[in-house]
Nanobody
Framework: QVRLVESGGGLVQAGNSLRLSCVLS????????MGWFRQAPGKEREFVAG????????NYADSVKGRVTISRDNAKNSVYLQMNSLKPEDTAVYYCAADEFGMETMRAADVDSWGLGTQVTVSS
């Protein structure tokens, strides 16, 4: 059974950066499209960034485009989300997601496995 564990969340001031990490275990990492979603209080879970299972192609939500970068290290079974120029509206629980043989344009309904999430809080 695939398990995803996120880390790297925290409290930062607006304008600063954070790097989230996610490690996948229990599956063949290279088969999975990997992505990040977030959910703010009272809102639905939304897509943030995704990377094609075979690498190369990435996709970002318009709200974060130009400020975040998704990357993966197949040797470490890990995916990362580098977030720069953080804004208070980026405050949310961030979830790592895996979709076997999936696309970079991940939808929540397509996700096979979710992490438990890591809290990101951006103060103004």
């Amino acid at each position: 059974q695939v398990r995803l564990v996120e880390s790297g969340g925290g409290l930062v001031q607006a304008g600063n950066s954070l790097r989230l990490s996610c490690v996948l275990s229990g599956g063949f990492f290279a088969r999975y499209a990997m992505g990040w979603f977030r959910q703010a209080p009272g809102k639905e879970r939304e897509f943030v960034a995704g990377m094609l299972w075979s690498g190369g192609r990435v996709n970002y939500a318009d709200s974060v485009k130009g400020r975040v970068t998704i990357s993966r290290d197949n040797a470490k079974n890990s995916v990362y989300l580098q977030m720069n120029s953080l804004k208070p509206e980026d405050t949310a629980v961030y979830y790592c997601a895996a979709d076997e043989f999936g696309m970079e344009t991940m939808r929540a309904a397509d996700v096979d496995s979710w992490g438990l999430g890591t809290q990101v809080t951006v103060s103004s």
